[in-house]
């Protein structure tokens, strides 16, 4: 099979490319890039004229529900939504029912991907079984099996001892160690970001230091044991600082930031209802300034959605009741062109960047790249549109977000996968 992706405007960051190509596909491999390739040397043609063609969009951060909740999202509506999003490869979190915290369940994941997932899976394990925090899982194993990173995801290891230990098996064995910073000490019953908004709403709040604190601590731990740390979902201005300063004391630390929580802040907030509730919540303006900065200056690495299914029921309530959670997958690229490349944050190169080759590089793997000899892995784009956000529409089972009729710019007019066509809008 051939595939001819033609009149496209390619942006690569990895390769430095941003022009007009045509891409050639041959199986799962792209064979060719030229200016011009002949239509009658495919078997199928996808017209790009007015798009851009980029590397397929790389998410680290994802709930899939699947198994144990699956009324929520399953591995068939999570890959969808993912492609549809114009994302080809995606990191599930372990925490599903059972928890994801054996080399049998990461290869079994794997094994169900191969006939239910649209786009490639690249699991993550936990890091304490059941991630009940007491005993380190079998990192060796999971990663032999396929796993690419290690977390607990939902909540933070709090005891520090078990941590370091997992940090420094999670080194040895070539994982990730993706954090999800949160004192759930000091979280107290909080439901939203702690401030104005908060008490005009008669909410309890969580303040920056739930997630601060934390940020610290495992710069700290990664630094003694010299395990490679993904800071998962910042959203204050003090993890990009301490991001940076961690940075500058030698550790090797990344991190991310969630669509959410740079397009809107707490301030935004209009009514008591789950749909504003995330965690970490929605901060405060200059929470989401900092962040913004950290995007373009380079502090911060890569775009994640945390992507967050959750049943009507379970968000369609007070804050006090709702479940934490946002989906993201079929927003991120559209929110993150109209909110940072339109409002003049960042260029499309970078943004094209910071959800590709970033995220290729915190995980150490070939892909987020267009490249001859490399898995055809594409996104095709139209940031000339204007549409309203409808979640209605939406593939995945979870229609929670904020951004439900919002106008933005950025459509996903087709993704690709190992050189097949999974989406085309």
């Not at 008490?199 to 709040?205: A, H, K, N």
């Not at 784009?381 to 106008?407: L, Q, W």
Request: net charge negative; hydrophobic share 40%; proline share 4%.
């Amino acid at each position: 099979m051939k595939l001819l992706i033609q009149n496209g405007h390619v942006i690569d960051p990895a390769a430095g490319r941003d022009g007009k190509y045509d891409i050639l596909i041959e199986d799962t491999k792209v064979s060719e890039i030229a200016p011009h390739i002949e239509a009658e040397r495919a078997d199928q043609v996808v017209d790009a004229s007015g798009c851009y063609v980029v590397p397929g969009f790389i998410d680290l951060h994802v709930h899939l529900r699947d198994p144990g909740l699956t009324y929520k999202e399953t591995l068939a509506t999570g890959s969808l939504a993912a492609a549809k999003g114009g994302f080809t490869s995606i990191c599930p979190m372990p925490n599903t029912k059972p928890v994801t915290d054996t080399p049998e369940k990461i290869r079994e994941l794997l094994k169900r991907a191969k006939t239910e997932s649209a786009v490639h899976i690249l699991p993550i394990g936990a890091v304490t079984l059941g991630q009940e925090g007491e005993i380190v899982t079998d990192m060796k194993g999971m990663a032999e099996a396929g796993a690419v990173g290690v977390s607990e995801d939902g909540k933070s290891v709090m005891n520090s001892q078990v941590y370091r230990e997992g940090m420094k098996l999670a080194r040895e064995n070539g994982l990730v160690v993706m954090a999800h910073c949160e004192d759930k000490n000091l979280v107290n019953g909080g439901v939203m970001n702690a401030g104005a908004k908060a008490e005009e709403l008669g909410l309890p709040g969580i303040t920056n230091a739930v997630e601060d604190v934390i940020v610290a601590r495992d710069i700290l731990l990664a630094k003694e044991t010299g395990a490679k740390l993904h800071l998962c979902h910042c959203s204050t201005a003090d993890s990009v600082a301490l991001t940076r300063l961690g940075r500058e004391l030698g550790v090797d630390v990344t991190a991310e930031v969630c669509p959410h929580h740079f397009v809107m802040s707490c301030e935004e907030i209009t009514e008591d209802h789950g749909r504003f509730k995330m965690n970490p919540p929605l901060r405060g303006k200059a929470d989401v300034e900092a962040l913004k900065k950290g995007l373009a200056d380079g502090t911060m690495d890569c775009i994640s959605t945390d992507h967050a299914p959750h049943a009507p029921e379970e968000k369609n309530c007070s804050m006090m009741q709702a479940a934490f959670g946002i989906v993201g997958l079929e927003t991120a690229f559209a929110l993150g062109y109209t909110c940072l490349v339109e409002a003049g944050v960042l260029s499309l190169n970078r943004l094209v960047e910071l959800m590709t080759t970033k995220p290729a590089a915190v995980l150490g793997i070939g892909k987020g790249c267009i490249a001859e000899g490399r898995t055809a892995d594409i996104a095709i784009v139209d940031v000339r549109e204007s549409y309203r956000i409808d979640a209605s529409a939406f593939a995945s089972k979870g229609k929670n977000t904020p951004f439900d009729g919002m106008t933005v710019k950025g459509r996903v007019k087709a993704t690709i996968v190992d050189g097949e066509v999974v989406y085309q809008g």
